[in-house]
């Protein structure tokens, strides 16, 4: 995980921080999630093969748990219900480079994506145009959204909600633009995850020191994207969810990374075992991965 990215430099939050807000904004219209952390692509050109190379890195860091036949197959496809979707009003908050609208847009949903930035609006249009998809892809803040109660079978959001200035604020849109029995798929960071309870904490902060200089939030906020950005337990996230019918969690992690935020330095002693390697992160992520995903019905 790279730290030098100014991606990589987030106020962990816990309360509502509204008072970010025109920040939060500003931030993510100069760091579009392009998920090109370091720039190693090169000059952004938004063309198709950009659009490629940058989805390459997010399918393959997904493939451990949600899209294990990458490249073919839909993005988090474990997670997201996309079979389910053809034809259903859905709405996706925060688009960012549009790669799960595009996905969404293929299955053949009657697509919704909005964004908090301009950016973020002008660079999914660019990749729904050049591959010939539709949505109706608009600047929006999902803390206040524009749309009539009971307009969406399904809310999408991916590592999203939890950057906002008020997440509860986000969470009530979504249970009112909902139809009743309208289900949301949302990720938000994991407080009780391996990165956050050991790698960040005791990797970074005892073995390497950085608790002498650090709190425990500045050194986690500095492996965490974002202005903002926050983490939650199952119990945290239901209190702010008491609204819907019903509530389920499961957890997922990255490729090749969580063996790291155990072992720390010492997770290379793996690599010559890779199918082990697999199997051992696998394990780890579904129970204390870093994305903590949850379905919820209204």
Known sequence: MSTKSTKFSAKIIENNDSDSNKKNQSWWQDNPMTYDWDHDLGP??????????????FGYGHS???NPNWPKGYILENFIPYDEMKEKKTLEIGCGAGLVSSHLAMAGADLTSVDL???AVEITKER??????KSNITQMDAEKMDFPDNTFDFVISWGVIHHSGNMQNIIDEIY???KPGGKAYLMVYNKKSLRFLIFA???LGVVRGRLFTKSIKEIIGEITD????RHLSEDEFSTMASSFKSIDYSYSDEKNT?????????GRILSPFPRLKQKIELFLSKRWGWYMQIMIKK
């Not at 938004?46 to 989805?55: C, T, V």
């Not at 969580?258 to 330095?265: M, V």
């Open 117 to 119: 930035t301009k950016q």
């Open 201 to 203: 904490p005791f990797w």
């Open 64 to 66: 451990l748990c949600n």
């Open 44 to 57: 952004t050109k938004y063309n198709k093969k950009y659009f490629n190379a940058i989805d390459e890195i």
């Open 176 to 178: 009112r633009t909902l």
């Open 258 to 266: 969580i063996s790291s935020y155990l072992l720390g330095p010492f």
């Open 226 to 229: 974002g202005y903002i950005a």
């Open 128 to 133: 729904f145009k050049l591959n010939q998809l």
